[in-house]
C-alpha cells in the first residue's frame, strides 16, 4: 500500500545544506491522481506549518520565511520529492514531514499521506 519514507535530516550549523527526500510507494501512476506533493513542519512549541509544495505541473509554492535558500523538486517519474535546504538559519530546526495528496474520485489511491518525519537541527 501507500507508503512515504522521508530521509536526508540531520544537524548541521547554520549556513549549511542539507537535501530531504521523500520516497513514495503504492501510488497510482494515473494522470487523474494530481498530485500535489508537499514539506511541512514543526519546530518545538509551534504547531505544524506549510514549507513548501510542487504539482504535477511543476508549479511551486513557499513560505515567505524560505524563499530564496529552500528548492522543492520533484524526479522524472514523480516517485519522490525533495526539498533542498541552503543557508540553513537555526529558526529552521524541526520536524519536517512529507506530504502527498490527490483529491480527485477518479484517483484509484486518492487521499492524503505523511511520512513520519526527518529531524533537522540547525545550530549557531
Known amino acids: 500500500q501507500v507508503q512515504l519514507v522521508e530521509s536526508g535530516g540531520g544537524s548541521v550549523q547554520a549556513g549549511g545544506s542539507l537535501r530531504l527526500s521523500c520516497a513514495a510507494s503504492?501510488?497510482?501512476?494515473?494522470?487523474?491522481?494530481?498530485?500535489?506533493m508537499s514539506w511541512y513542519r514543526r519546530a518545538p512549541s509551534q504547531e505544524r506549518e506549510f514549507v513548501s509544495s510542487i504539482d504535477r505541473n511543476g508549479a511551486t509554492r513557499y513560505t515567505d520565511s524560505v524563499k530564496g535558500r529552500f528548492t522543492i523538486s520533484q524526479d522524472n517519474a514523480r516517485n519522490t520529492v525533495y526539498l533542498q535546504m541552503n543557508s540553513l538559519k537555526p529558526e529552521d530546526t524541526a520536524m519536517y514531514y512529507c506530504k502527498i495528496e490527490a483529491a480527485n474520485p477518479w484517483c484509484s489511491t486518492g487521499g492524503t499521506y505523511w511520512g513520519q518525519g526527518t529531524q533537522v537541527t540547525v545550530s549557531s
Open positions: 503504492g501510488l497510482s501512476r494515473s494522470t487523474y491522481c494530481m498530485y500535489v
